[in-house]
């Protein structure tokens, strides 16, 4: 069918549900409920209908006890006299039995106007069908919303053998699922089931965090100055104070203030917005957690790290496999570490710290890296082992001590004046934490700040600006400190096996809808 076709159809299902919407107001039905006491979820009814059944306690006729249910209309199956439907709540779905002798001829013809998508509130006693289905016998139905858009249902079978449900066609195309992601909610319970474990998941962090005696505080969103990564900020202005402001990219600065300030374990979950483009790893706007601790180094947060995932794996799933992308996954402490320098000197053959900037320039262009304007030495080595490296750790893996050039805000090596006190712990070949023994000493910091603005300045639009008050605290003295970034959405990709960092944001970035 043409698009014009497919709209011209969807106008006249749009038309007829508005008629039924009216013919509803004329018999006295209102289409759009205030409240509805329900007294049990649907897998709740299940439960204790097989309960009943197991203990012998149902009534002669095989009922349980009258329910009050509430969900939406999935399916409907028309018998004349009679009708079977499955509404869905967010605990599952349940068979309900309409039958026009129960329900008297008023309210059973009235069902002629509902839809699927309708959400109804249904009363009457549980029961179990020939076909072995725990079914709701309907005494009295009630029209909580009347549904004037048809949901992308699709045809659903169940595999007899496994149970399995299986749906043919309805929504499947995937960009139309992100930019309407409560038809996509509706119609795949297993798209839900991801939103669960997330909450799951960022609970499970803060119990962890809560529990390790750290602080959970709020930072400023919008910023006068913006730093503490390699980004480029969204821009906007302030009309009252004319003043140019920032997105956050990141919280560490403010973070770090608070250590000043003498909150020694801190952390924020936060939302942060790189003005980046999209990718399967890469949205605008993601979440953040962010810890401080001071008295302590890198060594010290990579074993936090550690502690944090297996207690989190434990909490949400009960186990410390994940299988994603086809491989599986094992979390077992210590987790492997490697050098960023010696890892990527092997897979080019030859020691970077040996090679000049213009010979990391050619093997960058050689092996297809994209996006080198303004790149310094750090970018390029940067460039370098995401393309050459990355990808090759699967298992979880530390990446240690960076060179510094590409590491404005960790603190010197203490055995190699090169490089920093960082690490990088990647699963899936991704990189999900970035922690440092933290830079306290405010005259290296300032003279980091200001190659990074020599950066700046030869085209590099991701250097970290100087940020002059962030140095004055550093002035008053901030103890020996340990942090942490961890890119939340990247963990849920792994969690639950998806592909993309869109499939555990409710509402990704997408381009206007024409």
Do not use: C
């Amino acid at each position: 069918m043409t698009v014009s076709g497919d709209v011209e159809e969807l106008s006249q299902v749009l038309r007829v549900r508005r008629e039924k919407l009216t013919a509803l107001r004329d018999k006295g039905i209102e289409p759009f409920a205030y409240s509805f006491d329900a007294t049990a979820a649907t897998n709740e009814v299940i439960a204790a209908f097989e309960e009943a059944e197991g203990s012998a306690s149902l009534s002669e006729s095989g009922q349980g006890e009258s329910v009050r249910i509430a969900g939406r209309v999935v399916s409907w199956r028309d018998m004349g006299k009679s009708a079977f439907a499955h509404v869905e709540d967010a605990s599952g779905r349940l068979q309900v039995y309409f039958r026009k002798d129960a329900l008297g001829e008023e309210a059973f013809e009235s069902l002629d106007l509902a839809d699927l998508g309708d959400w109804l509130g249904v009363e009457g006693p549980a029961f179990r069908t020939r076909t072995g289905e725990v079914t709701v016998r309907a005494e009295r139905w009630t029209l909580l919303t009347k549904s004037l858009r048809p949901l992308p249902l699709g045809k659903v079978e169940t595999d007899a053998e496994t149970g399995e449900r299986i749906v043919h066609s309805g929504f499947t195309d995937q960009e139309a699922r992100y930019r309407q992601r409560y038809a996509d909610l509706a119609v795949h319970p297993e798209v839900r089931e991801v939103f669960r474990t997330r909450s799951r998941v960022i609970s499970a962090l803060r119990s962890f965090l809560d529990g390790e005696g750290f602080l959970e505080v709020e930072t400023p969103v919008l910023q006068p100055l913006y730093g503490g990564a390699a980004a480029e900020p969204f821009v906007t202005t302030h009309k009252a104070l004319d003043q140019t402001m920032y997105l956050r990219i990141a919280d560490e600065l403010y973070l770090k203030r608070l250590i000043v300030g003498g909150l020694d374990r801190v952390y924020e979950v936060s939302k942060d917005f790189r003005n980046e483009g999209l990718s399967r790893f890469h949205n605008p706007e993601f979440t953040m957690l962010e810890w401080y601790q001071a008295f302590t180094d890198y060594e010290d947060q990579m074993a936090l790290v550690e502690r944090m995932l297996l207690h989190v794996l434990d909490t949400v799933l009960g186990r410390r496999t994940l299988t994603y992308a086809g491989n599986e996954l094992v979390f077992e402490a210590p987790f492997r570490r490697i050098g960023l320098v010696a890892s990527l000197s092997d897979a080019l053959g030859t020691d970077v710290h040996e090679m000049s900037d213009a010979q990391l320039r050619a093997k960058a262009e050689d092996v297809g890296v994209q996006d080198l304007k303004g790149a310094g030495r750090g970018k390029l080595i940067d460039k370098l082992f995401g393309e050459l490296v990355e990808p090759m750790l699967v298992e979880p893996t530390f990446v240690i001590d960076h060179p510094k050039e590409l590491s404005p805000l960790a603190k010197q090596h203490r055995g190699d004046a090169r490089l920093t006190e960082r690490f990088e712990l990647y699963i899936g070949g991704v990189e999900i934490f970035n922690g440092f023994s933290e830079l306290n000493d405010p005259i290296d910091q300032r003279a980091r700040f200001e190659s990074q603005a020599s950066l700046r300045a030869a085209g590099d639009e991701e250097a970290h600006p100087v940020d002059e008050d962030y140095i004055r605290a550093l002035e008053y003295g901030m103890p020996p400190t340990g942090g942490v970034g961890m890119g939340v959405d990247r963990f849920l990709m792994m969690v639950t096996d998806q592909s993309s960092i869109r499939d555990v944001i409710l509402f990704p970035m997408l381009r206007t809808e024409d």
